[in-house]
């Protein structure tokens, strides 16, 4: 029998655990971050997120109410491993075995993330993803926590978003570890992420277990038919769509001159190996889709971004285009044929600014039809043949918005961050319905 697909929520660790101290977690590179002057907006702090380490049980309940059949979260690897390499942190890892046998029991399939974004600050010390050896970190981290729940859990993500945690973090500094690297420094960066990716996926497969790879997608467009703006569209369509993806499709990375990287810095003998055919899926977060101009003199880069015309917007600014979403899997499919394997749109979802009403209603109608809208496209894109096996609401309760700390509300759950109360939302009962009546037809 062919596995049901994945009706799931997706969530991140940092975001929404809080318990920064508890039970011997070690900091991680957001811990520090976070702690900047003007690193995140209005000085939120991280540290109470959603308190999902002391309330897992409440949040889990949740889910059961939502009816999903799929959960994806991630493990925090300074909790499983404070120092980064080395001691395993039993108590760390018993935390995450407790969630994923209350979601067992409940039917739920747990798809973890080992890699969203908080690396331990210890191994940010030693040089971060700019050196090699947190590619290795990496894998033994993988190893020890897919030895502890690998009997019970056999679809795992290695890394989340690749692409913004190396941008965003390494070369903008507006992520953590708030680097600013030169171009070819930030693709150094970008080669240790996709070579742990390698490794780890080796660490799972050899136990028998799938290995998949979420990256960020979004279509681009040339904002005009100038020969400029297509320029700028195909480097920025490379950077966003292909950086991360055609080496582990395709065992090569795609042309970076327009980067004005000729080769890829660390690169060494057997590391393409290791990352060609590492996915046994690919995991396609999509928000938006992205219109490139020809770049602002003395940018550095060779894109600019212009904006999507006749599109709604979210609280974030981001254009709402659900059509998006069916022509990256479009896109995806005629690019790299019968390389690419099994697709999860493994994070789907807007920021609005939810009001909760007198009697405690929230009514978000603009987060029902979004939801509604990339639903429909990925359907059609099934029936179009595209091989989706899973969809997954970003996110269950609002959370820390990263550099945006708490003001960005992506949930289907209101958490009130004062008391950590959780309401849900409209979009609640409505994802719950869909789901209901998906996995109904389905068994039927
Ligand atoms: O909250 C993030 C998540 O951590 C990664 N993907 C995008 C989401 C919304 O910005």
């Known amino acids: 029998m062919s596995s049901p ?29 976070a702690e900047r002057p003007g690193a995140v907006r209005d000085g939120h702090s991280p540290a109470p997120a959603c308190d999902h380490y002391h309330r897992w049980a409440e949040d889990v309940e949740l889910l059961d109410r939502l009816g999903v059949n799929a959960y994806r ?92 945690h190396t941008t965003y ?65 195909h480097a920025y369509d490379t950077l966003h769509n292909r950086l991360f993806t055609d080496p582990v499709l395709t065992g090569a990375y795609p042309d970076l001159s327009a980067f004005g990287v000729a080769e890829v810095p660390g690169v060494r003998e057997g590391d393409l190996k290791a990352v060609a055919g590492s996915a046994d899926g690919l995991g396609v977060n999509y928000y938006n889709p992205t219109v490139a101009t020809a770049p602002d003199e003395g940018s550095g880069l060779p894109f600019g971004f212009g904006e ?16 998006g979403l069916g022509r990256m899997i479009d896109l995806l499919r005629e690019r790299h044929g019968e390389a ?31 939801l509604e809208g990339h639903v429909a496209a990925v359907e059609a894109a099934r029936e179009r043949g595209a091989d989706v096996r899973g969809y997954f609401v970003w996110t269950l309760t609002d959370n820390f918005e990263w550099a945006e700390g708490y003001h960005q509300r992506f949930g289907l759950v209101h958490v009130d961050h004062a ?3 959780r309401t849900p939302k409209d979009s609640f009962a409505w994802y719950r319905d869909l789901v209901a009546a998906r996995t109904a037809s389905a068994g039927a």
């Open 5 to 33: 697909f994945l009706w799931g929520v997706a969530s991140s660790a940092f975001q929404i655990e809080g318990a920064l101290d508890a039970d011997g977690r070690g900091p991680s590179v957001w811990d520090v971050f």
């Open 73 to 164: 979260f991630s493990l925090a690897w300074p909790r499983v491993v404070p120092t980064g390499r080395g001691a395993v942190n039993g108590a760390g890892l018993d935390f995450y075995d407790r969630l994923v046998d209350a979601l067992l029991a409940r039917g739920i399939t747990p798809v973890p993330t080992l890699f969203h974004w908080d690396l331990p600050q210890a191994l940010e010390d030693a040089g971060g993803w700019s050196e090699r050896d947190t590619a290795y970190a990496f894998a033994e981290y993988a190893a020890a926590a897919s030895d502890r729940l690998g009997d019970r859990v056999d679809r795992w993500i290695t890394l989340n978003e690749p692409l913004v």
């Open 169 to 233: 973090g390494h070369a903008l500094g507006v992520h953590a570890p708030g680097r600013t690297l030169a171009v070819p420094e930030v693709m150094r960066v970008a080669h240790h992420m996709l070579l742990a990716h390698g490794l780890a996926a080796g660490e799972l497969r050899s136990r028998g277990l799938e290995a998949l790879l979420t990256n960020n997608y979004s279509p681009v467009s040339p904002a005009t038919g100038s020969e400029a703006d297509a320029a700028a569209a």
């Open 308 to 323: 999507v015309a006749g599109a709604p917007v979210t609280a974030f600014g981001w254009p709402v285009v659900p059509e």
């Open 340 to 370: 690419l394997p099994p697709l999860y749109v493994t994070e789907n979802g807007c920021s609005h600014e939810d009001r909760v009403s007198p009697g405690g209603r929230i009514a978000d109608p603009e987060r029902i039809a979004y």
């Open 419 to 421: 008391t950590q109360a």
